[in-house]
C-alpha cells in the first residue's frame, strides 16, 4: 500500500469509532447537544496551534460568510442528527447503515440540480438503497411505525449529503483544506447553541438536550473523540494525493467505516441485529459502492 491508501484506510478506522464515542458518552448521561459541543471546541483548540504554526490561518472575508454559515449549519445539523439517533437508543450498526443512504441523497441532489440525468441504472442503485434502508430500519408492513431514532439517522445522511455537495464548492485558492475545516466548526458552534435554545423548550429528554458537568474520564473521552474522530480523520484525508489513489478506490476504503462500525458495536455493547437488517445494510453498501463505480466511470 502506497502512503496515500494509508491516510484512508486510517481515516476510515477513525471515523468508524464516532458512534462508540457517541454510545460510550450517551451510556454516561450525557445529551448529543453536550456532546457535540465539546467536539467541535476541542476540534478547534487542536487545529488552532497547527494552523498558526503553519502560518495558513485566515480570516473568513465577507464574500465567504454566507458559504461557511451554510456549510457549518449543514455539519452541526448532520453530526447532531447522527449523535441523536443514538441518543434514542438505535443501535450503531443500524444508524450508521441509515447514515450511509448518503449516495441516494447525492444522487437525488445531482437530478434536482439537473447535473445529471436519470437513467435507468441509476434508478435501479437508489432503489436499491431504499430497499436497504427499509430492511435496516426494521420496519414492518404491518406495523410501519418510524421512530425517532431512524428518523435522525435518515436526516444525517440527507445532511451529510448536503454537506459533501456544499464542501465541493469551498473557496480553494484562498483557503486551505484545514483552514475550511477550522471555519466549519467555527461556525458551526453558534449555530448548534441557537439550536439548542428551542430545543429545550420541545424536548425534555436530558439525553438529547440535557446538559452535565462532564467529570474527568468524559472530557478524556470527549477530546479522544475531536482528536481520533473528527481532526485525524479529516486531517489525513487531506493530505491524500490523486496521482496515488482513484476516487474510487479512496471511497470504497472509506466504505470499511460502516462494518467497523458494526464489529465494534459488537464488541463492546454486545449489540447484535437481525440478518434481514444486516442484508439492508450490505444493500445500502453495495448501493453506495455501485454510486462511486458509476462517478468513476462518468466524464469529468
Not at 434514542?88 to 450508521?96: E, K, L
Not at 450511509?100 to 434508478?123: G, H, L
Not at 439550536?195 to 438536550?209: K, Q
Not at 485525524?232 to 484525508?237: D, Q, V
Request: aromatic share 14%.
Amino acid at each position: 500500500m502506497n502512503r496515500s491508501q494509508v491516510y484512508v484506510v486510517l481515516a476510515a478506522v477513525g471515523l468508524s469509532f464516532i458512534l462508540v464515542f457517541a454510545t460510550a458518552l450517551k451510556n454516561m448521561g450525557m445529551s448529543s447537544y453536550e456532546q457535540l459541543f465539546f467536539r467541535l471546541i476541542f476540534s478547534l483548540l487542536i487545529l488552532l496551534p497547527i494552523l498558526v504554526y503553519s502560518r495558513r490561518i485566515g480570516f473568513v472575508s465577507r464574500n465567504q460568510i454566507l458559504f461557511f454559515a451554510a456549510i457549518g449549519s449543514t455539519y452541526a445539523f448532520f453530526a447532531l442528527s447522527g449523535l441523536s439517533a443514538i441518543a434514542f437508543g438505535t443501535p450503531i450498526a443500524v444508524s450508521v447503515a441509515l447514515i450511509y443512504t448518503q449516495p441516494i441523497f447525492t444522487t437525488v441532489i445531482s437530478f434536482a440540480t439537473r447535473q445529471e440525468k436519470p437513467t435507468v441504472i441509476n434508478i435501479v442503485i437508489v432503489l436499491l438503497g431504499v430497499l436497504g434502508a427499509f430492511l435496516v430500519s426494521g420496519l414492518a408492513a404491518a406495523n410501519p411505525q418510524i421512530g425517532p431514532g431512524v428518523v435522525f439517522s435518515v436526516l444525517a445522511g440527507f445532511f451529510y449529503a448536503v454537506y459533501l455537495w456544499l464542501k465541493r464548492r469551498a473557496p480553494k485558492k484562498t483557503s486551505t483544506p484545514l483552514q475550511v475545516l477550522f471555519n466549519t466548526y467555527l461556525f458551526a458552534v453558534p449555530i448548534l447553541l441557537i439550536a439548542w435554545l428551542p430545543s429545550r423548550s420541545l424536548s425534555t429528554d436530558p439525553l438529547l438536550v440535557g446538559a452535565i458537568v462532564p467529570d474527568a474520564v468524559q472530557f478524556l473521552l470527549l477530546f479522544s473523540f475531536a482528536l481520533v474522530s473528527t481532526v485525524l480523520p479529516y486531517g489525513l484525508l487531506n493530505y491524500v494525493k490523486a496521482e496515488e489513489i482513484s476516487p474510487t478506490s479512496e471511497g470504497m476504503l472509506l466504505l470499511g467505516d460502516p462494518l467497523l462500525h458494526a464489529l465494534w458495536a459488537m464488541l463492546f455493547f454486545q449489540q447484535y441485529i437481525s440478518v434481514v437488517q444486516y442484508v439492508g445494510a450490505f444493500l445500502i453498501l453495495g448501493s453506495a459502492a455501485m454510486n462511486l463505480r458509476l462517478a468513476a466511470k462518468r466524464p469529468s
